[in-house]
């Protein structure tokens, strides 16, 4: 099988073939630090880490970059705000999205370039399209002349003059035609600023993408990601210059993750829907949050709301409990060889199904699908009088391993403390004994424990509870 990629730069899947056999080179663009990040944010986090936790699995090399814009007026104006400099606003908020997303299961990236830490590169490449015609300065300001590219709009599939109608200078400006765009900014009194050859200022939010992705991957990449509301003009922008600084194809593939609307009406602030990812995670398990995001395919708006957020719960309530029984029942199972054939075979053909549904523009929303195929094909063994391990673990190892691809696979849970392991026996020989008032009081000292136990026709099992 052949990965396909859905490429928003021609609007066709397309057979996935990296520029270096074996290596991709991925850049997801970050976010904008001076808050906590909201779920529209958290998206694209674990949409594109899913995507890279495949590559890995089919055993690709990834070279993974994820960049934190540290200063721009958002930032300038919440330091004003709180009376703060915008290096400890930016430094406070970058420990936070981590945090958050580490909770969703977002794996480290290999970069965290900051634009702070990028600023050499970043007045260079600036230098490079002045130098070829590209771009040009005015009182300190640094403007990309975007009519000397003659293939923008080819990203969001708009023409020049479609974009010329709608443009505008606003007062301050002087950029000389209204679809120019800032590549530097002049200092204002008071702002955080650095040196350069056009005098203090500071980069304009597209040149910075640019920048960071030539420095960590090169002149071209294989995978540019982000969110559907950066194809205009953020990444229009940044292909225009990039390729207008070094001649070549900037990036291969271009993804991008669809809007999330609350209670059916798109998430802003104007409305009062704005959630942020910190809040859930407190009130809800991260690994439902993440399993309620790959739920519909990651190019497709997603309805937020209590109640699918509940029935995600559910969902995933099923995965998890088939896992417990295949646990506990493994304990009684034969190490016998057995004619388990006809088992392992649909064990066998829902892998490849499972496959064929990622590599179909990593369509998550159909594997999952077949993760629940396996869950009722599995429930469908544990009815039998006598089952044997290979098969169990035949479930156990698939299952795990596709929950491992899309990040909401548990920790191995430690080891009850021999405290608790004489608890449940004790309450196991009061209910032989039919002291059921004794049972009873174990297993509230259990809950009160976080320890939660299931008495099933297999004896009583037990899970930690979140």
Not at 13 to 35: D, L, R, S, W
Not at 73 to 88: C, H, Q, R, S, W
Not at 392 to 398: D, G, K, M, R, V
Request: net charge negative; hydrophobic share 35%.
């Amino acid at each position: 099988m052949t990965i396909k990629i859905y490429n928003t730069l021609t609007r066709k899947k397309e057979a996935f073939h990296p520029i270096e056999p074996g290596k991709v080179k991925m850049y997801v663009c970050g976010p904008t630090v001076y808050n906590y990040i909201h779920i529209g944010n958290a998206r694209p986090a674990i949409v594109f880490d899913t995507v890279r936790r495949y590559l890995e699995y089919k055993d690709y090399d990834v070279e993974y970059v994820l960049n934190f814009t540290d200063v721009d007026d958002k930032l300038i104006k919440a330091a004003k705000e709180l009376g703060e400099e915008v290096p400890t606003i930016a430094n406070r908020f970058i420990e936070a999205y981590k945090e958050d997303v580490g909770a969703l299961g977002v794996k480290e990236a290999d970069h965290h370039p900051r634009v702070t830490e990028t600023m050499d590169d970043i007045i260079a490449f600036i230098q490079t399209l002045i130098d070829k015609g590209h771009a040009y300065s005015v009182d300190g300001d640094v403007y990309f002349k975007t009519r000397s590219f003659q293939h923008y709009g080819k990203l969001s599939h708009q023409s020049i003059d479609e974009l010329r109608s709608g443009a505008r200078i606003q007062i301050g400006e002087k950029k000389e035609d209204p679809l120019d765009f800032a590549l530097w900014k002049q200092a204002k009194d008071g702002e955080i600023s650095w040196q350069s050859p056009w005098g203090e200022g500071r980069p304009g939010w597209h040149i910075e993408c640019s920048a960071m992705a030539k420095r960590y991957l090169g002149e071209t990449i294989d995978i540019h990601a982000g969110g559907q509301d950066l194809t205009f003009p953020h990444h229009e922008n940044e292909i225009a210059q990039s390729e207008a600084a070094t001649g070549k194809s900037f990036a291969n593939y271009w993804m991008h993750n669809g809007y999330i609307n609350i209670d059916n009406e798109k998430m802003s602030k104007s409305l009062g829907n704005f959630v942020l990812a910190h809040d859930l995670i407190e009130r809800h398990d991260p690994k439902v949050l993440r399993f309620f995001m790959l739920s519909v395919h990651y190019r497709n708006p997603i309805n937020f709301s209590d109640a699918l957020l509940e029935s995600a719960k559910n969902s995933f309530d099923r995965i998890e409990n088939v896992l417990v029984n295949l646990k506990h029942r493994k304990t009684s199972s034969l190490d016998l060889v057995a004619d388990n054939q006809v088992w392992l075979d649909k064990i066998t053909n829902m892998q490849h199904s499972f496959e064929m549904e990622m590599e179909d523009d990593f369509n998550t929303a159909n594997a999952i699908a077949v993760i629940f195929d396996l869950v009722k094909e599995a429930n469908t063994y544990l009815q039998e009088s006598q089952t044997h391990t290979e098969v169990i673990e035949a479930f156990e190892n698939t299952l795990n391993s596709w929950l491992k691809i899309l990040g909401i696979q548990r920790e191995e849970e430690a080891l009850l403390d021999e405290e608790i392991e004489q608890l449940i026996e004790q309450r196991i020989e009061a209910r032989k004994n039919k002291d059921f008032a004794l049972a009873d009081k174990i297993r509230d000292d259990l809950k009160e424990r976080n320890i939660i136990l299931e008495d099933t026709p297999q004896g009583t099992r037990w899970k930690r509870g979140l």
